[in-house]
């Protein structure tokens, strides 16, 4: 079936510094990549999406970029704060019958002071 | 901001138990989902919906029926509890795109089966 890899189980940075974290995906007819936050025991949350008829996305602090040849994407955290310390997920539609969203295994981003 | 309710918050039932979460969204929302979460793959969708009486099957539905009543109503069944299927269960609804907009994801419950 189709898949969504997410490389990195964790990322540790510094305070200040940027993060990257990078998603390839299989399926050539997604179009949608959202990225979601999870802080420590608590629930998703969205962050910030891209679409296929675009190939950069930002919104302050964080841009995502889409690499449609190469099938990958990944989301870029600048001037990382402790508060961006959390789980973040990155998810590709797929086509399955109907359109789903299918998730990554998500990678744990830890920003040290 | 999206409001999307689970209850319970926590349960423990037996291998072979009978189970009902319950997930709530009051933003008119079409389209509600139930995934589930587990260490190592991420979130993995169950069953999803795009209106009262609708039911779509996502990519883990063995062992699990689901139903919605209700535009703001959606729930998850499980008939014989497996503790295969302990894990931590997150409902969310999305708006008028369904998949391909903003999923708002409720509080989650956490499910052990003994």
């Known amino acids: 079936g189709e898949k969504v890899e997410q490389h990195q189980s964790t990322l540790s940075v510094r305070e200040g510094d940027s993060a990257v974290i990078n998603c390839t995906y299989t399926d050539t007819a997604s179009s949608y990549f959202p990225w979601y936050k999870q802080e420590a025991g608590k629930s998703l949350h969205f962050v910030i999406d891209i679409r296929s008829n675009v190939d950069r996305k930002q919104s302050q602090r964080l841009t995502v970029l889409l690499d449609k040849k190469a099938k990958r994407f990944s989301l870029h955290i600048t001037a990382t704060q402790p508060e961006d310390s959390a789980i973040y997920f990155c998810?590709?539609?797929?086509?399955?019958?109907?359109?789903?969203?299918?998730f990554g295994s998500g990678t744990q981003l830890t920003v040290m002071p | 901001e999206a409001a999307v309710t689970q209850s319970p918050r926590n349960k423990v039932t037996v291998t072979g138990g009978n189970v009902t979460l319950s997930c709530r969204q009051t933003?008119?929302?079409?389209?509600m989902y139930w995934y589930r979460q587990d260490t190592g793959h991420g979130l993995r969708l169950i069953h999803y919906s795009y209106g009262a009486g609708n039911l779509q099957i996502g990519d883990v539905p063995d062992g699990y029926k689901a139903t919605r009543t209700t535009q703001e109503d959606f729930f998850l069944l499980l008939e014989l509890a497996s503790p295969s299927q302990t894990s931590l269960y997150f409902c969310?609804?999305?708006?008028?795109?369904?998949?391909?907009?903003?999923?708002?994801f409720g509080p989650g419950t956490r499910l052990l089966v003994l």
């Open positions: 998810a590709a539609s797929i086509r399955s019958g109907s359109w789903q969203l299918i």
């Open positions: 969310a609804s999305s708006p008028g795109l369904g998949v391909q907009d903003t999923q708002y």
């Open positions: 933003n008119s929302h079409n389209y």
